[in-house]
Every structure is written in structure tokens, then in C-alpha cells.
């Protein structure tokens, strides 16, 4: 439930217990029982069970000593607050407890009565439900937030690091075959290999603070292409698509990344061809590349399916029908 303000929660057992006290004061042992009963709900947001299990004793004392003092007013507060915070099985039975106190109207008012004050004590226990319900539903929101987050961030870290990681793999075996007899190749290579390795400290500190937009896109896709160049695989890109939301456009960079990426680490290719096409309905991503062609369901093609399906789009990923491997990704541009 919400909490009321401060100030309405310290006057409110006070003055429920006053009110209480002068209906039940046809008895003088009821009004001290009234203001005990008032008084414990101060605790009842730390100890719910305890106050309404005193609420509840105190109001069936008030209600034998008072006939006539109608609801148990401290209880169904109680009640109310224990509704809110316990689950059903625990809030039930206090529900019921409270309903037999009211029956004991029955001994000085007719059963009409009797029946639509215990009608009436539904009402707090009604609101307390709703609200746990409500504050379930925003914790369990909660939990998938985190959840999907940890996920995006999983993902983001295995993009940029397997990819990083292939390039300076690639890069460091062509700077060993060729280190003896032509330096200047192996120096190439290993200024690859640094490019490589201060382009992922750069993604890696934009992932970690976690303060803006992914900033790749597909106008950087020349980053993940020159070092492949420089390590010997022929690469032909060729993009032609319309203005792209931002996060369809990072999503599309990370795509062609691990496409890359599985390219450089499983496939054994010498070539690949990366066509990024699209209309203002829909983006497509073809990456083909000339290798073995038997890449199965690993980590990176389960993290591209996983970020086109965020945007309703799908990825395909399989041998190709000449040979090779054959990744395609649709990201409808509509719903962006």
C-alpha cells in the first residue's frame, strides 16, 4: 500500500483509537482496549502479523464488552497492511479472523447488520491485495529489466571482445610468418593488432559506464573491416539503406561484427562479401564468406538472433547453397 505522509501516520492510531474509545465507552474497560488496539498499529509496517493478531484480540474484547461497536476499526487496518505485504495463505486467514470478530455483533444486532459490516470488512482486505499485486507486478518488471540487461550486456561484451580477440589472433600469426623475411608486413600487422586492441578499450569503456547509446553504427563498419584487410581476407562491402534509427544502426553494426568475427575464427575463409541493403520497411544483412561452410549454433549466432529478435527482426545463419557460410539478418525499420 502507499505509505501515507509522515504526519497522517503518526496521528492516525491516536486518532482512531479516541474514536474508538468513545463509541466502545458504554463499557469503561473498552476505551483502554480501543486506544491499546490503535496504538499497536504503529508497528504494524515491521511486525504486520504480530499487530493484527493484538488488533484482533483487543477488537473481539471490545466487541464483548461494547455490543453495538459496529467494525473493529484497528484490525482492518491491520488487516489491510498485512494484505498488502503477505501472500494470501497468511492474509486469509487473519480475513477470516477478522469476520468472526464482527459475527459477534450478532448478539446484539440482526443478522442484516451483522452480514454487511462482514461485507464492509472485505473492502481493506480487497485494497491490501491490489496493492501486493500491484507491487508484485512492478518487482517482477523489475527482475526482467535487470535480467535483459544483463543479457544486452552479456552480449555487447562477447561482440566486442570475440571480435577484438580474432583480430589480433589473425593478425599475430600473419605477423610470425612473415617477421623474418618482410618486417615491414609484420610491423603492418602488429599496428593492426593495436588498432585492434585500443578500439575495444574505447567499446569497453563506453559498455562499462553505460551512460549512452551504443556510438557503432554502420558508417564505422570500414573499423571491422580494415583489419581483416590488413590480415589477408578479401573483403567487399557494399551498403546502400536508408537514414537508420539508432538502434536498428547499432544493431546492424554488431550483426556484421560477430558475422565477421565467426567468419575469422571458424570458417578458414579467404574471402567474404558483406551487402547491407533496405527500404523503408525493412534492413537486410548479408555476410558471406567462401570458407568451410559447417559453423554451428555457437555463442555468436545465438547473440544475433537474440538482438534482432529485441526489434522483431530475425537472423538466418547456415551453409551456403555455392558453399561457404551465409548469415542473414532482417530488422524491420517500421516499428523503429
Known amino acids: ?180 623475411h618482410d618486417p615491414a608486413r609484420a610491423r603492418e600487422a602488429l599496428r593492426a593488432i593495436d588498432s585492434a586492441a585500443r578500439a575495444t578499450l574505447d567499446d569497453l569503456r563506453t559498455l562499462l559506464a553505460d551512460v549512452r547509446p551504443d556510438p557503432r553504427g554502420l558508417s564505422r563498419l570500414t573499423d571491422l573491416v580494415d583489419p581483416l584487410r590488413t590480415a589477408g581476407l578479401r573483403v567487399s562491402v557494399t551498403a546502400r539503406h536508408p537514414h537508420l534509427p539508432a538502434d536498428v544502426d547499432a544493431t546492424a553494426y554488431r550483426i556484421v561484427q560477430e558475422a565477421l568475427t565467426n567468419t575469422l575464427r571458424h570458417a578458414d575463409a579467404t574471402a567474404v562479401d558483406v551487402t547491407v541493403s533496405g527500404d523503408a520497411a525493412e534492413l537486410v544483412i548479408e555476410v558471406r564468406d567462401d570458407g568451410r561452410g559447417g559453423v554451428g549454433l555457437g555463442r555468436g549466432i545465438t547473440g544475433m538472433k537474440e538482438r534482432a529478435g529485441l526489434l522483431g527482426g530475425t537472423v538466418t545463419a547456415g551453409p551456403g547453397t555455392s558453399g561457404g557460410f551465409h548469415v542473414t539478418a532482417r530488422l524491420p525499420l517500421a516499428a523503429s
Open 1 to 180: 500500500m502507499r505509505r501515507l505522509p509522515r504526519y497522517a501516520d503518526l496521528s492516525l492510531p491516536p486518532t482512531l483509537g479516541l474514536l474508538t474509545a468513545g463509541v466502545a465507552a458504554t463499557h469503561p474497560a473498552a476505551p483502554p482496549l480501543a486506544l491499546a488496539a490503535a496504538l499497536t498499529l504503529y508497528y504494524r509496517r515491521n511486525h504486520p502479523i504480530a499487530v493484527t493478531a493484538a488488533t484482533l484480540f483487543l477488537g473481539a474484547g471490545i466487541q464483548l464488552l461494547a455490543p453495538r461497536t459496529a467494525l473493529p476499526y484497528a484490525a482492518l487496518i491491520a488487516v489491510a497492511t498485512l494484505t498488502a505485504r503477505k501472500p494470501p495463505w497468511v492474509s486469509l486467514p487473519a480475513l477470516a479472523a477478522t469476520e468472526a470478530v464482527i459475527a459477534l455483533n450478532r448478539l446484539t444486532m440482526t443478522t442484516e447488520e451483522t452480514v454487511f459490516l462482514m461485507v464492509v470488512a472485505v473492502l481493506p482486505w480487497t485494497f491490501g491485495e491490489v496493492a501486493r499485486n500491484r507491487r508484485t507486478a512492478m518487482e517482477e518488471a523489475a527482475k526482467r529489466a535487470v535480467s535483459e540487461e544483463q543479457a544486452r550486456i552479456a552480449r555487447d561484451l562477447h561482440d566486442v571482445i570475440a571480435h577484438s580477440l580474432a583480430v589480433v589472433v589473425v593478425q599475430a600469426l600473419a605477423a610470425d610468418d612473415v617477421f623474418d
